[in-house]
């Protein structure tokens, strides 16, 4: 372990993430599936996990950001990726020249594209969005027969090509929600729209983690998997990692700064919100919300330590928070287990999203820079085959 890693880390099996993507692909196999890597991968970091899902047959990337397509360019992808997340003044022509496609969802979007595609002598790949009912981004369907109409137009003038149309859930996690079939239903009555305006879009895609695990009627061409790739549940109404044979790829983990003898009726962290009942041994973990532990989790995160969960004490802090070993030995240097894949005993990234009021996702993707990424592959130190990388696409170190 390097230096820096010493403190705390965060260990990413990129096996993992591969087998994840194997394991999407084949809950949607007439469909191709895009691995989303906004949020640096959802804190996983999102070059090497992108290079991992190519390896496993990601036929697409996904980002929010523009910004975070083009560092995917950077490192050296040159595979099919997209971006969805645009402000007026966003950096078009760049995207185009990178070769990447771009999510419209309104006219003045339409306009700034076929201008930068204009000023650089290229044609813009462009994917509308309809909102189908998420009430976020999106075209209103009130409008999209105008938009569609509006980029058929300038697709006629060689400007750009609609490559995709696109709709994104608001309740693909609660399976039965009458949402569902709804978004479903508006969804295929905009592909007929943009049918008939004389678009031929080379990819439909609606499915988020959730619904390319529980609704292939909402597969189409394409699923866009984010969560799934690093192996952690959209929720429990879904079911649990293993039941789709999801693993966890993140592994957050410290050593313990200290461990020392106190006695009953000691105070503990800021504001004493814990007292110890009675004579014990607290250990001293450094991470706190600085690094992303959230101080909502004060008084009930997980941790496991010296061989048992044990419960955060009192507040969490800054740099470090404390837990009770209720008189059980353990030393500064022992590791304390924030959360994994959950097989060696440890609780999960799910685990701490239930104790601090929030979900998975918010968890895994908050841990800070401060926590150093440290890449492992459990097919290599488990001496199995590695996968053959001769589909990947993206060049340089992952670690
Ligand atoms: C984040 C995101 C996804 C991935 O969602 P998961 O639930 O993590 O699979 C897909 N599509 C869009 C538009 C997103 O913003």
């Known amino acids: ?8 880390r965060a260990a990413i099996d990129l096996a993992a993430v591969r087998s994840n993507v194997r394991a999407l692909r084949e809950r949607a196999p007439g469909s191709e599936l895009m691995a989303v890597v906004k949020s640096d991968g959802y804190g996983h970091g999102a070059v090497p996990c992108a290079r991992a899902a190519r390896a496993a047959g990601a036929a697409w990337l996904g980002t929010a950001l523009p910004e975070e397509a083009f560092a995917l360019r950077a490192a050296g992808d040159t595979g099919r990726l997209m971006c969805w997340l645009w402000t007026p003044g966003g950096p078009w022509r760049k995207a ?5 496609d771009v999510a419209v969802s309104g006219l003045w979007a339409l306009r700034e594209v076929t201008a930068a595609a ?11 969005k309809i909102d189908t009912g998420l009430g976020r981004n999106g075209c209103q369907p009130a ?8 980029a058929r137009a300038a697709e006629a003038e060689g400007a750009l090509t609609v490559t995709g149309v696109w709709s994104h859930f608001a309740c693909a996690d609660e399976p039965g929600h009458p949402s569902i079939a709804a978004q479903l239903a508006a969804f295929r ?5 943009a049918e008939a305006a004389g678009l031929r879009p080379e990819v439909r895609h609606l499915a988020n983690t959730p619904a390319t695990l529980t609704l292939p009627e909402a597969h189409f061409d394409l699923v866009r ?7 952690v549940s959209p929720s429990p109404e879904v079911g649990t990692s293993e039941d789709f044979g999801l693993r966890p790829a993140m592994t957050l983990e410290a050593s313990l700064a200290s461990v020392k003898r106190v006695p009953g009726g000691h105070g503990v962290s800021y504001g004493h919100r814990y007292s110890t009942p ?5 250990a001293l973990v450094p991470l706190g919300y600085g690094d992303g532990i959230p101080r909502h989790a004060s008084g009930a995160g997980p941790v496991l330590v010296a061989g048992k969960w044990r419960t955060v004490a009192g507040r969490i802090a800054m740099d470090q928070f404390v837990v009770d070993l209720g008189g059980e030995h353990a030393e500064a240097g022992d590791p304390a287990v924030l959360f994994g894949p959950g097989d060696r005993g440890e609780p999960t990234a799910e685990d701490w999203g239930r104790a601090a009021g929030t979900i998975g996702y918010e968890i895994v993707t908050r841990i800070g820079t401060r926590v150093p990424r440290v890449y492992v592959d459990s097919d290599i130190r488990n001496g199995a085959r590695q996968e053959p990388e001769g589909n990947t696409t993206l060049t340089g170190g992952t670690t």
């Open 225 to 231: 998997a984010g969560i799934g790739v690093y192996g």
């Open 96 to 100: 185009i020249e990178l070769d990447i």
């Open 143 to 150: 409008d999209w027969a105008e938009l569609t109409r509006a």
């Open 1 to 8: 372990m390097n230096e820096t890693a010493k403190r705390a």
């Open 118 to 128: 204009r000023a650089c002598g290229r044609t813009a790949r462009v994917q509308l």
């Open 278 to 282: 009675g004579a014990t041994t607290l």
């Open 189 to 193: 009555e905009a592909l007929g729209t």
